[in-house]
């Protein structure tokens, strides 16, 4: 049985979602769109900054409450591309950035100031299988060494 608190993400992010219809959706695909003011209000409504710590702006949740918002996009029939990546990839600044980088940039993506999506996980081999990827990062000093292909 889910908590009062996830239920109520739930709600939140279904009514968000409701907003933009399938028409929404369907304009984006055939012009190639981006669905800006989708990410954006998701942004806005805080639940694009589960993941961030309030000291940074955002939410200070969990990995559980962020699945829910990932999951209530995705049942709502919206892309969960465009904001899966503004979620997760500033956890590499999180758990790896210094206190400077995460001062710099955790407070802008919070605020929808700043859009972090990246990702590079296509090797010619592996393809997205990323249990599979072979390419490797070894510290050198003050630099990496990066071996390996992407895509």
């Known amino acids: 049985m889910e908590s009062p608190e996830i239920k ?3 709600t939140a992010v279904r009514q968000l979602c409701n907003q933009y219809g399938e028409d929404y959706w369907l304009e984006l695909d055939r ?4 669905p800006t003011e989708f990410v954006k209000e998701l942004t806005r409504s805080g639940f694009l900054t589960v993941l961030i710590p309030t000291e940074y702006g955002g939410a200070g949740l ?3 409450e962020a699945s829910v918002v990932m999951e ?3 049942r709502s029939g919206a892309h969960a591309g465009a904001c899966h990546a503004q979620m997760y990839v500033m956890g590499s600044v999180l758990r ?4 400077a980088q995460k001062q710099k940039y955790l ?4 605020a929808g100031e700043l859009r972090l999506q990246s990702f590079g996980v296509t090797e010619p081999t592996t393809g997205t299988d990323t249990t599979s990827l072979k390419t490797t990062a070894r510290r050198e000093g003050d630099e ?3 071996n390996g ?3």
């Open 149 to 151: 292909q992407k895509v």
């Open 107 to 110: 407070p802008k993506i919070a």
């Open 96 to 99: 790896h950035g210094n206190d």
């Open 31 to 34: 012009s190639r769109g981006y």
């Open 72 to 74: 209530e996009v995705c």
């Open 144 to 146: 990496f060494v990066i």
């Open 8 to 10: 109520e993400i739930r």
């Open 62 to 64: 969990g990995v559980l």
